[in-house]
């Protein structure tokens, strides 16, 4: 059975960063891309991008691309997403999702809260 | 992008009607469409693949149909468990994108 396993919660600065981190088990871990959505109060559920844990692509959503950067480390099954220069808008729950075609598995989520 | 419109927001329903959710697609997406659930505190759950194939241990009460811009989500007879908000989204063509969804509550 596959299982997406997400770090924990952060809150962050207007203007920081922020890295969460999503281990895989159950199934091998470089055939299926990892994709991160995001669910926020104002925007619902969004698409921000994928990587194949295979190549090392990385494919991001207009919206997030030159902010965005999502990488993996194939000796740990562990996918990353980095998130530049926040502001209260990117407050919301951050998900990574296993997609074939369409999004079976995905992980708990983590709360990325931006405030002064 | 691919716009994705669900109706209703929000649906009052009893325990054992029959409900029904719509997404409508901004242009023609085939039968790319997936359903999600989605409970308070829990990430998405994947109900429906293809527009109308049953993903694997989901309840046959559910069922999808549709193609090209159109879609619906039916419940045949809503449980107790049923109480959550869905989703659709496409897959034809990135960006991936979501309806805003539709939360059923008891009436």
């Known amino acids: 059975q596959a299982q997406l396993v997400q770090s924990g919660a952060e809150v962050k600065k207007p203007g920081a960063s922020v890295k969460v981190s999503c281990q895989a088990s159950g199934y091998p871990f470089t055939t299926y891309d990892i994709n991160w959505v995001r669910q926020t109060p104002g925007q619902g559920l969004e698409w921000m991008g994928y990587v194949h844990p295979g190549s090392g692509n990385a494919g991001y959503a207009p919206k997030f691309q030159g902010r965005v950067t999502m990488t993996r480390d194939t000796s740990t099954s562990t996918a990353y997403m980095e998130l530049t220069s926040l502001t209260s808008e990117d407050t919301g729950i951050y998900y990574c999702a296993r997609r074939q075609y369409n999004f079976d598995y995905w992980g708990q989520g983590t709360l990325v809260t931006v405030s002064s | 992008d691919i716009q994705m419109t669900q109706s209703p927001s929000t649906l009052p329903a009893s325990v054992g009607d029959r409900v029904t959710i719509t997404c409508r697609a901004s242009?023609?997406?085939?039968?790319?469409l997936a359903w999600y659930q989605q409970k308070p505190g829990k990430a998405p759950k994947l109900l429906i693949y293809k527009a109308s194939s049953l993903e694997s241990g989901v309840p046959l009460r559910f069922s999808g149909s549709g193609s090209g811009t159109e879609f619906t989500l039916t419940i045949s007879s809503l449980q107790p468990d049923d109480f959550a908000t869905y989703f659709c989204q496409h897959y034809k063509i990135g960006p991936w994108t979501f309806g805003q969804g539709t939360k059923v509550e008891i009436k």
């Open positions: 242009q023609d997406i085939n039968s790319w």
